[in-house]
């Protein structure tokens, strides 16, 4: 996980889901967020993520992969800026989740599932007006 800091604190974190395709455990980025903690959540995200820093830069920290979110979003897009392939449109962090750990999140095969379905629902809703407006 990477995050930027701003006046001391994390003001947005770019996450990861899990590349299921080996038996080696590899985390491929999917997007950033920027917005969905209080106040309080984002100074206890800043302690936590300080104490588990592996690199800091100044203007950024990469941490050990032990932090786990909830991201909402409202589609997932093609995208050459992550390594995934792909990007989450409109994240937000839904939530913290410390009953979670790294084996736990989503994979990479559930991400081009959810895509390879967005598309498919994109393409019969186009259908469907096309017949539509034939009629």
């Given amino acids: 996980m990477w995050a930027w800091k701003e006046s001391r604190s994390v003001i947005r974190l770019t996450f ?3 590349d299921d395709s080996n038996s080696e455990v590899q985390l491929r980025t999917i997007g950033k967020a920027y ?5 309080d959540e984002i100074y206890e995200m800043t302690k936590n993520l300080r104490s588990i820093a592996i690199k800091d830069s100044g203007y950024g920290i990469i941490v050990k992969p032990q932090v786990v979110l909830e991201i909402a979003f409202d589609s997932i897009q093609k ?3 992550h390594d995934s392939g792909f990007a989450l449109r409109f994240p937000r962090i839904k939530n913290i989740r410390r009953d979670k750990d790294i084996a736990d999140i989503d994979t990479f095969r559930k991400v081009k599932q959810i895509y390879e379905n967005q598309v498919y629902l994109t393409n019969k809703k186009d259908l ?8």
């Fill in 35 to 39: 917005s969905g903690l209080n106040d």
């Fill in 128 to 135: 469907r007006s096309k017949e539509t407006e034939n009629c």
């Fill in 16 to 18: 990861a889901v899990r």
């Fill in 79 to 81: 995208s050459d800026r």
